[in-house]
């Protein structure tokens, strides 16, 4: 605080005004209360979009208490027109159950949150994907490995269900074995309770078609049927609107 205090102040007010002044943004903790930010709106003025509210993953003292609800909280701040800085997402992982997949859960919560966020897609060509995520196995003594500089780009959205509780995804990653870093797959499935066609985005993108002088984009892709996954018949789709979608 301006008095030189280490006390959270949970919003935008004269304790903390003078530090947001002076800088192009303030994070603020995330014990708020929806009243806290009527209050923070009134001190922003123009300025709403630079004050992040927090929202803990963890839910400690948090608005909805956090976890799969952290949705709830930012229809709250998007109904402001606020930022939000997210906390501790890494709870998916920390509080994994035995038994449950990783990649399920991970999914399933930034599905929830993926209509109050903006996607930032790849942007510039030519692009490339093996959808490698970083993680394989050592073939000669089957130990885990991690190489983060080994990451590939990934879909903008993954899966159709945010039920952590529903058969496989629609649209999932299936890390195939025997692979060293050389990629995963997009598995796409018939969803078992659907009979009609269904659309799923993979890719929010933002190329140009002025980009290099170009007007024509060449798209190539590698298609494989799994025995336990009779191919079904799919179609790719190209989207213009004010940005391409795959």
């Not at 304790?15 to 014990?31: Q, R, S, T, W």
């Not at 018939?190 to 929010?204: E, P």
Request: proline share 4%.
């Amino acid at each position: 605080t301006t008095d030189g205090a280490l006390e959270w102040q949970n919003k935008l007010c004269p304790l903390n005004k003078p530090f947001f002044d002076a800088c192009d943004g303030i994070f603020l903790n995330y014990v708020w209360k929806p009243a806290d930010l009527q209050e923070s709106l009134q001190e922003a003025g123009p300025r709403r979009h630079d004050v992040f509210v927090g929202v803990d993953v963890w839910g400690r003292n948090c608005y909805q208490d956090g976890g799969f609800n952290v949705d709830k909280a930012l229809t709250v701040l998007r109904t402001l027109n606020m930022s939000v800085a997210i906390f501790a997402p890494g709870w998916t992982f920390e509080t994994l159950p035995d038994g449950e997949e990783f990649l399920t859960r991970e999914t399933s919560f930034w599905r929830r949150l993926s209509t109050y966020l903006y996607h930032h897609g790849p942007a510039h060509l030519p692009f490339l994907t093996n959808f490698c995520q970083g993680i394989s196995f050592d073939k000669t003594t089957g130990q885990p490995l991690f190489n983060l500089g080994m990451q590939q780009s990934q879909p903008t959205l993954l899966g159709c269900s945010t039920d952590l509780t529903a058969a496989d995804s629609c649209v999932s990653l299936y890390l195939q074995d025997g692979l060293e870093y050389n990629g995963a797959c997009l598995r796409i499935s018939a969803c078992r309770d659907m009979h009609s066609a269904l659309f799923h985005r993979v890719f929010v993108c933002d190329f140009s078609s002025s980009e290099d002088k170009i007007s024509t984009l060449l798209i190539s892709l590698a298609v494989k049927s799994l025995e336990t996954d009779p191919a079904s018949t799919f179609r790719i789709y190209f989207v213009l609107e004010d940005r391409i979608s795959i």
